[in-house]
């Protein structure tokens, strides 16, 4: 078989699979060309299972057969633990958002890379609070980066309403969302009180995991009594 006899195959057999996801990625509403969100979904996806899997690496093996080797890698498994949670929290979260989307715009994929930055330094955060005993700074300095994400997060979020126009179904969904608004105000209170009592700011953190842990059906209700539920599957996918 020629090399441009199997070039000629591959190129008629792949042609109608590209153009089909091409067309995938592409919404047609009210006679207006529109982005679809799967890759916006896949590329978050795949960082958030990046940034959990870099969070791991740095449980390091322990040199040892017994319990007390252990010890010295408490703080590193507490602070992964914690950690863990968040990135799970901003998963569920961001998983629930963006079915309230039909589409995407430009202004929704720099505010999602915006996010997907902040969260890419959980690792980084997560090691040196670990490593480091919950010392005062490096614990400030992990608040500082569950701030900046809580003001990416919502950054994303107004950016998403303000491209679905006056009937948002975000922002009917998310109400007062104090939760929202009261993380950032309890971060920065963290931040600051690192350097008097990091065992206090530490406490912030866990008390705010807690409260989002919670389950939070505001998403999933607006979209069952929406008349036309945005998205593919409900949020089943």
Same mark, same amino acid.
Do not use: C
């Given at each position: 078989?020629?090399?441009?006899?199997?070039?000629?195959?591959?190129?008629?057999?792949?042609?109608?699979?590209?153009?089909?996801?091409?067309?995938?990625?592409?919404?047609?509403?009210?006679?207006?060309?529109?982005?679809?969100?799967?890759?916006?979904?896949?590329?978050?996806?795949?960082?958030?299972?990046?940034?959990?899997?870099?969070?791991?690496?740095?449980?390091?093996?322990?040199?040892?057969?017994?319990?007390?080797?252990?010890?010295?890698?408490?703080?590193?498994?507490?602070?992964?633990?914690?950690?863990?949670?968040?990135?799970?929290?901003?998963?569920?979260?961001?998983?629930? %958002?963006?079915?309230?989307?039909? $589409?995407? #715009?430009?202004?929704?994929?720099?505010?999602? &890379?915006?996010? =997907?930055? /902040? *969260?890419?330094?959980?690792?980084?955060?997560?090691?040196?609070?670990?490593?480091?005993?919950?010392?005062?700074?490096?614990?400030?300095?992990?608040?500082?980066?569950?701030?900046?994400?809580?003001?990416?997060?919502?950054?994303?979020?107004?950016?998403?309403?303000?491209?679905?126009?006056?009937?948002?179904?975000?922002?009917?969904?998310?109400?007062?969302?104090?939760?929202?608004?009261?993380?950032?105000?309890?971060?920065?209170?963290? %931040?600051?009180?690192?350097?008097? $009592?990091? #065992?206090?700011?530490?406490?912030?953190?866990? &008390?705010?995991? =807690?409260? /989002? *842990?919670?389950?939070?059906?505001?998403?999933?209700?607006?979209?069952?009594?929406?008349?036309?539920?945005?998205?593919?599957?409900?949020?089943?996918?």
């Amino acid at each position: 078989i020629h090399k441009s006899t199997l070039s000629d195959f591959f190129s008629s057999q792949a042609a109608p699979i590209v153009g089909a996801a091409v067309f995938k990625e592409v919404n047609f509403r009210n006679g207006e060309q529109q982005m679809g969100k799967g890759r916006l979904e896949a590329f978050s996806d795949g960082v958030l299972a990046i940034i959990i899997t870099i969070m791991v690496l740095e449980l390091k093996v322990p040199h040892g057969e017994n319990i007390d080797a252990l010890a010295s890698l408490m703080p590193v498994f507490f602070s992964y633990v914690l950690s863990f949670v968040y990135v799970g929290i901003y998963w569920n979260n961001h998983h629930h %958002m963006l079915h309230t989307a039909q $589409s995407v #715009t430009g202004p929704i994929l720099w505010a999602n &890379l915006h996010l =997907l930055f /902040w *969260l890419s330094l959980f690792p980084f955060a997560t090691g040196w609070m670990g490593e480091n005993h919950f010392a005062a700074v490096p614990s400030a300095i992990y608040g500082a980066v569950l701030f900046m994400a809580a003001v990416a997060y919502w950054i994303l979020q107004q950016t998403i309403v303000a491209a679905q126009g006056d009937k948002s179904l975000l922002r009917s969904a998310l109400g007062s969302d104090w939760k929202g608004k009261s993380s950032p105000v309890v971060y920065a209170v963290a %931040m600051v009180t690192a350097f008097w $009592s990091p #065992t206090l700011a530490q406490s912030l953190y866990v &008390l705010v995991a =807690l409260v /989002w *842990l919670i389950p939070d059906s505001r998403i999933e209700n607006a979209l069952a009594s929406s008349p036309s539920r945005p998205g593919e599957g409900g949020l089943s996918g």
